[in-house]
């Protein structure tokens, strides 16, 4: 069985985070005008609009900077296997680069790695 490329697991310092990659939409957030009209364009889709888009955009036109990198990586069916053992499941988890030590290409099952 191939596994999903949209997942990665990352070494953090504080264990090892497994999840799947968040698709961040584009959201004018260059004024409120701008980000209104986006949101209700978003809204109006059947797909919505989700928050780490939202912050996203906010976070870029804070800086004023298209194509300044957020630090933040959204990822959606998560995995965070701390570094006593336990194992977390959640849904949504925004994990910041800066923590990033290595990462793993696909999806692990972070019950199954040993201690």
Known sequence: MQEPTEYLTFLIDGGIVCGKLVEIKEVDATNYVTLVESLEKFLG??????????????????????????????????????????VIHTRNFVLFADKVIGLFLGKSNLEDWGD
Do not use: W
């Not at 780490?52 to 004023?64: A, E, V």
């Open 45 to 86: 889709d059947s797909n919505g609009i989700d928050a780490f888009s939202i912050t996203d955009s906010m976070f870029k036109g804070y800086y004023n900077d298209e194509d300044r990198e957020n630090p933040a990586i959204p990822l959606t069916d998560v995995q965070f296997r701390m570094a006593n053992g336990k």
